[in-house]
């Protein structure tokens, strides 16, 4: 009476194992497709700001001429040489490197984003591997519970062979 029931705890023990490989499996599988979300949210973000950071600039290059012209508009109105044109050169300086700040800040945000998305894709795949390696695992276990269980059997004087 007792075998049966050594057998049955086995089983039972083994089919549990199993089934934690396979829970542990699916939870890592869920942890992987929230990355890919999560990289594709990234990947969608990259875009957005560089079609922003590109308009931004434009808009900026746009004041920047218009500003640039004023300058010179009133220089030549002023009637001065020289000085002026100094001041005018150094203000259009200025005025390209504040552009210049804008396409930096856009390229920064849009790298950024690019090593979130390498981040989130690299988590992706590893919460697969994890996935695979969870079912590996819930097998090597109910093996290793088999085989405690046919020791505890054996130890308890049972046999495994016709000649009992």
Do not use: C
């Amino acid at each position: 009476m007792a075998a049966p029931l050594m057998i049955a705890s086995a089983a039972a023990s083994a089919v549990s194992n199993i089934a934690d490989g396979f829970a542990q499996a699916q939870q890592h599988k869920n942890q992987a497709a929230q990355a890919n979300f999560r990289a594709g949210v990234a990947e969608q973000n990259i875009k957005t700001v560089g079609v922003q950071s590109s308009l931004r600039e434009d808009a900026a290059r746009r004041t920047m001429r218009q500003e640039n012209a004023a300058d010179r508009a009133a220089a030549a109105q002023s009637g001065l040489a020289g000085t002026t044109d100094t001041l005018v050169s150094q203000n259009a300086a200025n005025r390209e490197m504040d552009v210049l700040n804008q396409r930096y800040e856009g390229s920064l945000a849009i790298t950024d984003l690019a090593n979130e998305r390498s981040s989130q894709l690299w988590q992706a795949k590893a919460s697969k591997a994890a996935a695979k390696s969870a079912v590996v695992g819930g097998f090597l276990n109910a093996g290793a519970s088999l085989l405690s269980s046919a020791s505890n059997y054996k130890a308890a004087g049972g046999s495994f062979g016709k000649g009992r």
